[in-house]
């Protein structure tokens, strides 16, 4: 079967779950409701990872419980020199352009954290666009919702011939439910949620070379 798109993640996703950034990023968070809100260090942490559980982001529980100006808190969590957690990867263009498919960045993010990494693996151009919060409307991932409006985002009327890729079993959860078929990414244990597992994006003309079967075959004649 032919799939006419890929969505794919960006943090810990394009690039390996072992760099420490998005831990990093993390930290931003967490010091971010510190010296901008107030709060104290010793019920940060696990306020933030509250929020995360109950509304899918930190950012989303701030926006609700604090009213936080969202271009605000995404500059200040990204504020991070790359080049200490990234480590250039010269396979990674040339797996991603000899896929056929449109490809989409969908992410909890912001464009701007997700173009700074695009132009450091020097990949920009081989993405259709970037879907990220502020497109979704600052509804985030894993609600089904977000995959429905990046969907209709990217033109794609029927997930069925979509793909998904994330690092996280939670998001492609609904995902999956929803139709687009779905890539575990960081792992190649076998999980429920994903339709495939995968170390990495390098793994895929093995793991899933469906991929690269854009059109159906001829029909034989007799």
């Known amino acids: 079967?032919?799939?006419?798109?890929?969505?794919?993640?960006?943090?810990?996703?394009?690039y390996?779950?072992?760099?420490?950034l998005w831990g990093a990023i993390r930290e931003r968070m967490t010091l971010f409701m510190h010296e901008r809100l107030g709060l104290s260090p010793e019920?940060?942490?696990d306020l933030r990872r509250s929020y995360v559980e109950k509304y899918g982001t930190t950012l989303r529980?701030?926006?609700?419980?604090?009213?936080?100006?969202?271009?605000?808190?995404?500059?200040?969590v990204h504020d991070l020199p790359l080049e200490v957690y990234l480590q250039p990867d010269p396979y990674l263009p040339v797996i991603l352009s000899s896929l056929p498919q449109p490809k989409w960045i969908l992410t909890n993010a912001d464009a701007g954290h997700a173009s700074?990494?695009?132009?450091?693996?020097?990949?920009t151009r081989l993405f259709s666009g970037v879907i990220d919060i502020h497109a979704l409307g600052y509804v985030c991932k894993p609600e089904v919702e977000a995959y429905r409006r990046a969907l209709a985002i990217a033109g794609e009327a029927d997930p069925?011939?979509?793909?998904?890729?994330?690092?996280?079993?939670r998001n492609l959860a609904p995902a999956r439910h929803l139709g687009l078929t779905t890539v575990l990414v960081g792992s190649d244990e076998p999980d429920p949620t994903a339709?495939?597992?995968i170390s990495s994006l390098k793994d895929l003309p093995i793991a899933?070379?469906?991929?690269?079967?854009?059109f159906p075959e001829p029909e034989r004649r007799s």
């Open 1 to 14: 079967m032919p799939f006419t798109a890929l969505f794919i993640d960006l943090d810990d996703t394009i």
């Open 16 to 20: 390996p779950n072992t760099s420490g």
């Open 43 to 45: 019920v940060t942490p």
């Open 61 to 76: 529980g701030l926006q609700i419980h604090y009213q936080v100006d969202p271009w605000a808190f995404l500059a200040y």
């Open 116 to 123: 700074r990494v695009l132009a450091y693996f020097g990949i």
């Open 160 to 169: 069925t011939i979509c793909v998904f890729f994330d690092d996280s079993v």
């Open 195 to 197: 339709n495939y597992s």
């Open 208 to 214: 899933f070379p469906q991929l690269w079967n854009t």
